[in-house]
């Protein structure tokens, strides 16, 4: 065997391999999942006004239907998410989609909130248990030239879910002007839930996955189909070694807080939980906002306060697209930390700019320009920054061990303050006024700009195996570009 011919060892082949066919297939099964995430992000938004009408909700009531899937997803993410260690990736993926669709089909026939809210919580469940399982799957097959890149790629397909929310939301309103059309809102996720599962037939186990479990020949079979060319398991490919946990210790990880990753841990869950606080807080309620805030005329009904503020929810929601097109532009170049304080610094920015238009004498219907700019600069440095890069960093930094685990409790941490955002906005809204809830939230980024400057771990350039093997304490951060 010539040395040109001789087997590279499986990660170093997966690390220096070109994006080939198979990799941008891969990347989109399992990017997908992510725009069902977006359209229910959205969706709810608009069908809440609806429901709240239907069923006579009270502040409380709303925050509860609009928080139950959030809360779900924590349950699928954290405590689901580490099994995605124990029984791989892709096994997984053959049945949290249907989850979905059976209890998306289940929220159309809802009979009371409380059967909303329960169904709504089962549909998060299947929400959540994609994130750390996509993400994880992703990082252990992409090169690492494009990791970064292509990672924030398949999170940015939550903006075309968004997108897509926006449109069956404001088709549905003018073709439907009525109370209960908000059941056929929710119902939509089946179509492209049943369009994923029919796209994921047939994927493939994670090759580092297989080597790190004893499956050696289809790691490398899985990995030649992908690189082209012989490749053979490590010692450094097989990993740790380590005897994957059984029962409730599958679920619950105390390595993550140990010495070694508990720096890691803290870094990529406290940013995510304070980002989602806003995301979710501000995001959800876009269309109650511009209603309340500048598009509410004087003989407006609830109705026609919904399809403007949607309308107008969506020609702001573009800025979403265009920052993770920024985001995938620039990851590889700036990196995810720099990316990551430049938008949490602009997010504070363009909330106390919507605080601020909210307590000027007229409101925001007399400060038009300050209310559009405010929400613009908020959806776009969102994504180009911490939206993107929050979900990214969880797959680089923890080891391929622990790597659904590490992810699944970050994503679990980002939804939980999702929850909180989306459950306590309306009542804080209520209680305290918006310019307040506005300029407490931009507060929020603010702390979050600071636990991601001195807790920073940047994988711009490392392998996998080398972000792996070091102590997080020896990955010396990149600074800021100018």
């Known amino acids: 065997m010539t040395a040109a011919s001789a ?12 994006m080939s066919r198979g990799h941008k297939h891969i990347w989109l099964l399992a990017g997908l999942g992510i725009l069902l995430d977006g ?36 349950v699928g993410a954290g405590l689901l998410g580490p099994l995605g260690d124990k029984f791989g990736r892709s096994r997984l993926f053959k049945f949290d989609l249907w989850m979905f669709v059976v209890f998306s089909l289940l929220c159309v026939v809802a009979w009371d909130e409380w059967s909303l809210i329960a169904f ?13 399982i996509a993400a994880s799957y992703l990082a252990e ?52 839930a049943l369009l994923i599962i029919w796209l994921r037939r047939g994927t493939p186990e994670s090759p580092r996955w297989l080597a790190s479990h004893g499956r050696e020949e289809e790691a490398v079979a899985v990995t030649e189909t992908l690189v082209g060319h012989p490749v053979v398991v490590t010692d450094a490919d097989r990993g740790a070694g380590e005897t994957p946990p059984e029962g409730l210790r599958a679920l619950i990880q105390p390595k993550l807080f140990s010495r070694a990753l508990r720096r890691r841990t803290a870094f990529t869950a406290i940013p995510w939980f304070l980002m989602d606080i806003a995301t979710y807080g501000v995001g959800i309620f876009t269309p109650t906002l511009l209603a309340a805030m500048a598009l509410a005329g004087p003989d407006a009904t609830f109705i026609s306060d919904d399809i403007a503020s949607t309308e107008g929810t969506a020609v702001l929601d573009v800025f979403l697209v265009f920052g993770f097109l ?157």
């Not at 997108?163 to 939301?169: C, H, M, R």
């Open 141 to 192: 097959v992409l090169p690492t030239r494009n990791r970064g890149r292509w990672l924030v790629s398949a999170f940015s397909l939550q903006a075309v879910g968004i997108l897509l929310g926006a449109a069956v939301g404001v088709v549905i309103l003018l073709l439907l002007p009525e109370v209960g059309s908000w059941r056929l809102m929710l119902g939509f996720g089946v179509v492209p």
């Open 39 to 74: 359209f229910d992000f959205f969706i709810i938004g608009v069908a809440n006004p609806l429901i709240a009408e239907d069923f006579g909700l009270s502040a409380a009531s709303k925050g509860l239907v609009s928080a139950a899937a959030i809360v779900g997803a924590i």
């Open 120 to 132: 709504r919580f089962m549909l998060g469940v299947a929400i959540g248990l994609d994130y750390p």
């Open 7 to 18: 087997p590279m060892p499986l990660g170093a082949a997966l690390d220096a391999a070109p």
């Open 326 to 482: 920024t985001a995938i532009f620039l990851v590889e170049r700036w990196g995810r930390v720099p990316l990551q304080l430049i938008g949490f610094a602009v997010m504070a920015v363009a909330l106390t700019l919507l605080a601020i238009a909210d307590g000027l004498p007229g409101g925001g219907e007399d400060h038009l320009w300050m209310v559009f700019l405010g929400f613009a600069l908020f959806n776009f440095f969102m994504n180009a920054g911490p939206n993107a890069t929050t979900y990214a960093l969880p797959a680089e930094v923890f080891p391929e061990e622990v790597r659904a685990a590490g992810h699944g409790f970050a994503a679990a941490c980002a939804k939980f303050g999702a929850a909180l955002g989306v459950f306590l906005f309306p009542i804080l809204q209520d209680d305290i006024g918006t310019s307040a809830l506005l300029g407490g939230i931009a507060g929020l980024c603010v702390v979050a700009f600071f636990v991601t400057l001195f807790l920073r771990i940047e994988p711009k350039g490392r392998s996998l195996s080398e972000i792996s093997g070091r102590d997080a304490a020896e990955l010396s951060p990149h600074p800021v570009p100018p």
